[in-house]
């Protein structure tokens, strides 16, 4: 099974290589943006975006809502992980 989790693009670093930073649940890592780009969605579009992110790429864009509901069950469930 795959999960992605949901992120929010906060920064271009390499428009060339399609590399973003993405902010996901407080942590900052690198991503690579080439699967949601193209000519109508340029890189520098991408800011402030929220993406599934998936083994470092950007999977595809979904709305904040989504992004908050799913970062919600992930808290619940890791929360209830800890009692095991």
């Not at 942590?27 to 780009?37: D, P, Y």
């Not at 979904?62 to 469930?77: D, G």
Request: proline letters at 4%.
């Amino acid at each position: 099974m795959c999960l992605g989790i949901p992120g929010q693009i906060i920064e271009i670093t390499d428009t060339q290589k399609k590399l973003a930073t993405v902010n996901v649940g407080g942590v900052k890592r690198q991503i690579n943006i080439a699967c949601i780009v193209d000519q109508q969605h340029p890189p520098e579009s991408c800011i402030g975006e929220w993406v599934l992110v998936h083994v470092g790429f950007a999977m595809n864009r979904i709305n904040e809502k989504e992004a908050n509901e799913t970062l919600k069950l992930l808290q619940e469930l890791a929360e209830i992980m800890v009692d095991y």
